[in-house]
């Protein structure tokens, strides 16, 4: 099964705003702390990691389906078991909304 998430590059600005970079600055998510974040001491700092964190998902998800093809290969040429290659597979399954 295909990913079906907004394409990026996606990038991330202050105040929580996260937006796709190819189609004219368009926002495509809002990841203010609206709850619990914005009371915490450092919640502008957790706010921000989070964004940057989700800015890098497409490059992640793409980089991780390039690595795992690639094991999966291995795997089949030495009929061997790779343990992190099972948690790359489950992790592509839950970014696609499989798990």
Known sequence: MEA????????????GQMI?????QKM???IRG???????PEGEKIQDAN???IAAAPD???VLEEVFDEVENY?????????WGEKAKA???????EA
Do not use: C
């Not at 907004?6 to 202050?14: A, D, F, K, L, V």
């Not at 992790?91 to 909304?97: D, P, V, Y």
């Open 51 to 53: 964004g940057y964190l």
């Open 20 to 24: 796709m970079t190819d189609n004219g």
């Open 75 to 83: 795997m089949e040429r030495t009929g061997r078991s790779v343990t």
């Open 4 to 15: 079906k998430f907004t394409p990026g590059p996606w990038e991330y600005e202050s105040h």
């Open 91 to 97: 992790a592509l399954a839950k970014a696609r909304g």
């Open 34 to 40: 609206w709850g619990w974040i914005q009371y915490l």
């Open 60 to 62: 992640l998800y793409m």
């Open 28 to 30: 495509i998510a809002d």
